[in-house]
């Protein structure tokens, strides 16, 4: 029995700050529900907060403890394990980190850090690397969609220093079995009972498969032709209204 749903945001929510058609609707209809509801994101351009305000701001009905978010993760990762972060993250993300130790570092955190993702930024983690500190990471996603376009994730940067280093990441947020399975502690589910909808194929819908969730993949944001036979076993919708239109009718 179903009794969990996890939603991943960008791509499945809204897209370039609006939100995409019937999903307003859609979500209002699951919280209705006696379902545990959680939306996650591997998003490292936004602080968990601003997450949420801005999803209340497109009309989502969205606590902010059903929020959650792989920076986040990285942080209680950091002060659980008293690691110093040298932060290659997006401007926009420092708040995220506000308060943490960063003197005498010994760990590296990377997220899509945008125009830091240069030389000088990245062999300074080459070489905190080289010395031992862990390399922590908010996913592995190949690119995201933003203005009708694909741009890079953050997961090319951390092959690039694996392969340097010759060290395997710490992935904290999607696909990460430890992000999901957090997730679901917190909702008070098994991995059966819940279902995980994204439009990463790789990052959301066959992670959430391996972990023994169901899974759909929806033809919004990110998706690609073809994408669902990448995933076999998982559902396939255009878009999350459709989902829940045939999933849960009125």
Excluded: W
């Amino acid at each position: 029995m179903l009794k969990a749903v996890l939603l991943d945001i960008s791509g499945v929510l809204h897209e370039d700050g609006r939100a995409l058609p019937g999903a307003v609707e859609a979500v209002a209809r699951l919280q209705a529900r006696e379902l545990a509801l959680r939306f996650v994101t591997n998003t490292s351009r936004k602080t968990s907060e601003r997450v949420h305000a801005e999803l209340r701001e497109l009309g989502f009905a969205v606590a902010p403890e059903q929020v959650f978010t792989a920076p986040a993760a990285i942080r209680a990762h950091l002060l659980a394990h008293e690691l110093r972060p040298y932060l290659l993250i997006h401007p926009d993300l420092e708040p995220e980190f506000v308060g943490l130790d960063t003197a005498d570092r010994d760990a590296v955190v990377l997220g899509d850090a945008a125009e830091r993702l240069d030389y000088r930024h990245l062999d300074a983690a080459f070489g905190l690397l080289q010395r031992g500190a862990p390399l922590l990471t908010v996913g592995t996603n190949r690119y995201f969609r933003q203005g009708g376009e694909l741009h890079l994730d953050a997961g090319p940067f951390v092959r690039a220093l694996e392969y340097a280093a010759e060290i395997e990441a710490t992935v904290l947020g999607k696909p990460a079995a430890g992000f999901f399975r957090a997730v679901l502690e917190d909702a008070g589910v098994e991995p059966h009972e819940a279902l995980m909808v994204g439009d990463d194929v790789e990052c959301d819908v066959a992670a959430a498969l391996e972990l023994g969730l169901e899974a759909c993949l929806v033809r919004s944001g990110k998706y690609r032709d073809g994408d669902e036979a990448r995933a076999p076993g998982a559902a396939c919708e255009d878009d999350l209204a459709a989902l829940v239109a045939r999933r849960f009718p009125e």
